[in-house]
């Protein structure tokens, strides 16, 4: 056998062994997927002190045999699939060592979600089991519902902790929760089995919340978890190039930048008439679905990005309804000018393609656990806005700039929240009101749900606050980082066409992927 030949052979050989090793990652994530599920007694899963113990013993046994795989021949994505396992149990240890949603957290225990998330998963840590009433069918909405006494029994035993923001805010959570199946009960009314199962599940709720109240004077503990635990959270879990102290001063930046901004373009904006809101049902039927066909003439005539034949039912199907008021933040800016929240809405985009052309990857496929891709998705969907302004989408509606601004103020505000809480300098209460009162022309109202709803999950999943802008800038990091790459040869096109075929994963490990390059 020649040289040649026998180096042929043994390229083959390792190849085929690289193969191997990888075929054995996937193997083990899918037995991790199964383990880090919790086990189900009696069709309710089980989040007991001695459950969650066996759970935490057995973790590191998991991340040993991960630690010791050979990642030696293998491709850049496949060790970006490594990182990703390793993230999804670095979230599982966390879990159990900091956060603690099933002995901390009453919201943990709502299983009664009325409309589709704009995520991959659900935001936040929630019990397993949920009931999606906008697709499930009638059988696994029964299930659900005939768990919910079972599992708020448990939950009795299992909060011992003393988050005095999070037991009070659970407790609004599990009135809403009550709300919800009361309007169940009412489509439901045919069914007597279900309808049955809907009174046991919302009685269920209505006691557990009293017996919430009953407790809330002796819950009064701080709720962040403290600087130090943030900063390894972003490192090992999110995955994020930057620490508690650095987000901070980003944040404060953008908050002002973003002000100052908004400022300029009243004053280029004043012999303008006013933005005024939707009045009437037809009027924003015409105006937003006009807004989604001009959005997608757009990116496709402008060469943004391949407009594959989902991306504008996806959009479409995902514009709501008409409300007469009182306005929430959003559709404050929505109802102004419905062009600008379709680049946002990117999200729903990105939920068509996982299911038109899903990911080779069987680790990428599905959503990873802990919302570790809420710096690609969330970060890209609000990167959509700024960036298509200056790509030059908003030429004809020079107002739609003024709320660009207002929307980045009122992200870079409710991110300080996110890290004040954490860091236990601030209460929920305060985080409601900074923000509110830093989101330019009093938009965010203290007497809506949206402040207090947002900054509820940010206390509840460290650094989801953070990631709109924090993913927003290690977007445009990696492209200028692109077009430096390949001069001549970068086109915006190229570069989203790549960008979204990595997948729903953080920002760092596409930079990885696109570039080859691995920050540390």
């Known amino acids: 056998m020649t040289w040649l030949a026998l180096s042929v052979v043994l390229l083959a050989g390792t190849q085929a062994s690289a193969q191997q090793r990888y075929d054995d990652l996937v193997a083990l994530f899918r037995e991790w997927r199964d383990f880090q599920r919790p086990r189900l007694v009696d069709g309710v899963p089980d989040y007991t002190a001695g459950a969650m113990a066996a759970q935490q013993r057995e973790l590191p046994a998991f991340q040993r045999r991960l630690a010791a795989m050979d990642t030696t021949g293998w491709s850049v994505p496949q060790r970006v699939d490594w990182a990703l396992v390793r993230a999804e149990m670095n979230g599982l240890d966390f879990d159990h060592r900091v956060l603690k949603p099933w002995a901390r957290d009453p919201t943990f225990y709502v299983t009664v979600f009325p409309s589709q998330s704009d995520q991959p998963a659900r935001e936040g840590h929630y019990a397993r089991g949920g009931i999606e009433i906008w697709k499930d069918r009638d059988e696994e909405i029964g299930a659900g519902l005939r768990a919910i006494p079972r599992l708020l029994d448990q939950a009795r035993g299992n909060l011992v902790g003393n988050a005095g923001d999070l037991w009070s805010l659970g407790i609004r959570r599990m009135r809403a929760q009550s709300g919800d199946l009361e309007a169940l009960a009412q489509r439901l009314a045919g069914n007597a089995a279900l309808a049955a199962d809907v009174r ?4 269920a709720t209505d006691q557990f919340r009293g017996w919430l109240e009953s407790q809330a004077a002796s819950r009064t503990g701080p709720s962040g978890i ?13 995955l994020v190039p930057y620490r508690w102290q650095d987000i901070v001063t980003l944040m404060r930046r953008e908050l002002a930048r973003s002000v100052a901004a908004l400022k300029l373009e009243e004053e280029r904006n004043r012999g303008l008439p006013p933005h005024e809101p939707v009045t009437s049902h037809a009027e924003w039927e015409r105006r937003f679905n006009a807004a989604v066909s001009e959005y997608v003439a757009f990116l496709r005539d402008r060469q943004i990005l391949t407009v594959q034949d989902y991306m504008e039912p996806a959009l479409r199907e995902r514009l709501g309804r008409f409300s007469p008021g009182p306005r929430e933040f959003f559709n404050e800016v929505n109802y102004r000018d419905p062009i600008v929240m379709r680049t946002h809405d990117f999200h729903w985009i990105d939920l068509a393609r996982m299911t038109a052309d899903p990911h080779p990857s069987v680790i990428r496929r599905g959503p990873l656990r802990y919302n570790i891709f809420i710096t690609r998705t969330e970060g890209f969907a609000t990167a959509m806005e700024e960036m298509m302004m200056h790509a030059g989408f908003l030429d004809t509606h020079p107002r739609g700039r003024e709320l660009i601004y ?4 009122q992200r870079a505000a409710r991110a300080l ?9 601030w209460t929920l209460e305060q985080a409601a009101q900074f923000t509110a009162s830093q989101t330019p022309r009093n938009w965010l109202r203290l007497d809506g749900n949206t402040v207090w709803g947002e900054q509820h999950l940010y206390l509840r999943q460290p650094a989801y606050g953070i990631s709109y802008l924090g993913g927003k800038m290690e977007i445009e990091r990696l492209l200028a980082d692109r077009a430096r790459e390949q001069g001549q040869a970068f086109t915006l096109k190229r570069f989203m066409d790549e960008f979204t075929a990595v997948g729903m994963i953080p920002m760092s490990l596409a930079r990885w992927e696109l570039t080859g390059q691995m920050e540390r």
Do not use: K, P, Q, T
């Open 200 to 203: 046991r599940g919302r009685e």
């Open 226 to 238: 403290g600087v130090e635990h943030y900063d390894w959270y972003l490192e090992n879990v999110e």
């Open 406 to 409: 207002i929307l980045v103020a």
């Open 417 to 425: 929240g996110d890290l004040m809480m954490h860091a236990n300098r």
